[in-house]
């Protein structure tokens, strides 16, 4: 069965760099049907989708957030990876790796807590 | 993008119905078959429900139903159980490899 698992710090300073990494496992990352996206949700709020790669490194970003934004993917290790630039505590939240297809996700990572704070 | 619009809340008492709306525009909701619902209960990831505006993935309740009218999807779930309790989100596809979430809505089992 396909499980995503997300890994990273859970405490970030303003200004810095907030960078997490998906591990996928139970079935493969190199898909043609699928895309792997990042997706966050604040304390008490809903869910903002942040980006998605396809296996062959082609990204796509919410627009709202595409200047400090960057995913990648290493096929090799089954992963990839969020990073977010120059967070302030707005960025504080709940971060999701999931599985999806051209309109859902299906498979979902139980999510890391970052919180931004110095 | 903006985020598509659902009610704050939403109840019901065992056994009825509670429908919840999800409405966005010609460029989202209206625009592609690509609209999905997600469950979430408290401390937990979202589980998806409901794909491609009326599909349910192997394994849930034929309880949960998807239909969409316009620029508006709903999500009904019939026969409300107490585990039905959660927040629900939908979601559409939004063109140029885009994806918007909507607000959520809070379903309480009265």
């Known amino acids: 069965q396909l499980q995503l698992q997300e890994s990273g710090p859970g405490l970030v300073k303003p200004s810095e760099t907030l960078s997490l990494t998906c591990t996928v496992s139970?079935?493969?990352?190199?898909?043609?049907?699928?895309?792997w996206g990042w997706i966050r949700q604040p304390p008490g709020k809903g869910l903002e989708w942040i980006g998605t790669?396809?296996?062959?490194?082609?990204?796509y970003y919410n627009p709202s957030l595409k200047s400090r934004v960057s995913i990648s993917v290493d096929t090799s290790k089954s992963q990839f990876s969020l990073k977010l630039n120059s967070v302030t505590a707005a960025d504080t939240g709940v971060y999701y790796c999931?599985?999806?297809?051209?309109?859902?996700?299906?498979?979902w990572g139980q999510g890391a807590l970052v919180t931004v704070s110095s | 993008q903006s985020a598509l619009t659902q009610p704050p809340s939403a109840s019901g008492s065992p056994g009825q119905s509670v429908t919840i709306s999800c409405t966005g525009t010609s460029s989202d909701v209206g625009g592609y078959n690509y609209v999905s619902w997600y469950q979430q209960h408290p401390g937990k990831a979202p589980k998806f429900i409901i794909y491609?505006?009326?599909k349910r993935p192997s394994g849930v309740p034929d309880r949960f139903s998807g239909s969409r009218s316009g620029n508006t999807a709903s999500l009904t779930v019939s026969g409300l159980q107490a585990e039905d309790e959660a927040d629900y989100y939908c979601s559409s596809y939004a063109g140029d490899n885009n994806y918007v979430f909507g607000t959520g809505t809070k379903v309480t089992v009265l």
């Open positions: 999931a599985r999806h297809g051209v309109g859902d996700f299906d498979h």
């Open positions: 491609e505006v009326t």
């Open positions: 139970g079935g493969s990352i190199i898909s043609a049907s699928y895309f």
């Open positions: 790669i396809f296996h062959s490194g082609s990204t």
